[in-house]
């Protein structure tokens, strides 16, 4: 059975920085198309924060370009999430996600999530 593990999350006020970090159950090829951070806020549907293909080129939700960085180790099968500049609004329960290709009607192919780790509550307060 496929087990994700997050850690690193917490309160932070504005500005603050945190380091989240996923790691997968062993036997578990994790990252092997591609994986990601996700997070959803109290009312709100879970989007895409950032992903990760297989080569390590990531991918980032507009609101955190700049802000964030996705990184991957093969070898310690971890993933990780550097957040700086953190606002309040990126409050929110992050999830890490190892995934498959979702081809979108637009031509767009997006990381979708399959298996999920059970999530890390991030609380930015201004």
């Known amino acids: 059975q496929v087990q994700l593990v997050e850690s690193g999350g917490g309160s932070v006020q504005a500005g603050g920085s945190l380091r989240l970090s996923c790691a997968a159950s062993?036997?578990?090829?994790?990252?092997?198309?591609?994986a990601g951070w996700f997070r959803q806020a109290p009312g709100k549907e879970r989007e895409a924060v950032a992903t990760i293909d297989a080569t390590g080129i990531p991918t980032y939700a507009d609101s955190v370009k700049g802000r964030f960085a996705i990184s991957k180790d093969n070898v310690e099968k971890t993933l990780t999430l550097q957040m700086n500049s953190l606002k309040p609004e990126d409050t929110a329960m992050y999830y890490c996600?190892?995934?498959?290709?979702?081809?979108?009607?637009?031509?767009?192919?997006?990381?979708?999530?399959?298996?999920w780790g059970q999530g890390t509550q991030v609380t930015v307060s201004s």
């Open positions: 062993s036997g578990y090829t994790f990252m092997y198309i591609c």
């Open positions: 996600a190892d995934g498959g290709w979702e081809h979108l009607p637009s031509g767009v192919k997006r990381c979708r999530g399959y298996y």
